[in-house]
């Protein structure tokens, strides 16, 4: 399978900055990509659909103007929230899906933990 | 969004005692997945069933699928304290894109040795 990686592993950011993290695909082209958000003892919130070469696709309620998803190559995929809120600390996961060669099994990078002070 | 449910929220047995969790969901699906996640970590892929399928089983794990009533259940074996762990099912839903999977909203097991 896929091995995803995610930078930075955690981060602590005052209320008010922007924040980017990101998602690589270290050994699979991935021409798309999913943004996950987790809170503290909740499950995975599909967030978005990163497109490699076009828009991001984001799920109903997700401020897209907040959270910028840019898809810069088949192995790059980064979320960057922008004036972040301490309602926005949470657990970040990305992944990436296998594809018919792999029933759709999805691979997830490591997450990224942030907290906005 | 998520797609269903799952029980029991949280689960607590003794080390060698079986544990079963259970997921139901709402749409018609392709495949169904179990995952599980260690505290702030990220998540692991367990076992895969597709929808022809009624069960599967990977070393200590059974999972069984029941398409007429939404649900699924994976059973661990004599369970051990690095079981300790989120679980969590994901499905896909025909008629959108293939690749788009849900999450359920998780058991958190723990065993105690």
């Known amino acids: 399978g896929a091995v995803v990686s995610q930078h930075p592993s955690w981060v602590i950011c005052k209320s008010g900055t922007s924040v980017k993290i990101e998602c690589r695909s270290l050994d699979f082209q991935a021409t798309t990509m999913f943004w996950y958000r987790q809170f503290p003892k909740q499950s995975l919130m599909l967030m978005a659909t990163s497109n490699e070469g076009s828009k991001a696709t984001y799920e109903q309620g997700v401020e897209k103007d907040k959270f910028l998803i840019n898809h810069a190559s088949l192995t790059l995929s980064t979320l960057t929230v922008t004036s972040a809120h301490p309602e926005d600390s949470s657990f970040y996961i990305c992944?990436?899906?296998?594809?018919?060669?792999?029933?759709?099994?999805?691979?997830f990078g490591p997450g990224t933990r942030l907290t906005v002070l | 969004s998520q797609q269903g449910e799952e029980d029991p929220q949280a689960l607590s047995i003794q080390e060698g005692e079986n544990a079963t969790m259970n997921c139901s969901y709402k749409?018609?699906?392709?495949?169904l997945q179990w995952y599980r996640q260690n505290s702030g970590r990220g998540l692991v892929h367990l076992i895969l069933?597709?929808?022809?399928?009624r069960e599967k089983h990977s070393g200590r794990l059974r999972v069984t699928l029941d398409t007429s009533k939404k649900s699924s259940s994976l059973l661990i074996t004599a369970s051990r304290a690095a079981d300790t762990a989120s679980y969590f099912c994901a499905t896909d839903a025909v008629g959108t894109s293939y690749d788009k999977v849900i999450f359920g909203p998780g058991t958190s097991l723990s065993v105690i040795p």
């Open positions: 749409t018609s699906i392709n495949n």
């Open positions: 992944s990436i899906p296998g594809g018919v060669g792999f029933y759709n099994e999805q691979f």
């Open positions: 069933i597709r929808s022809n399928e």
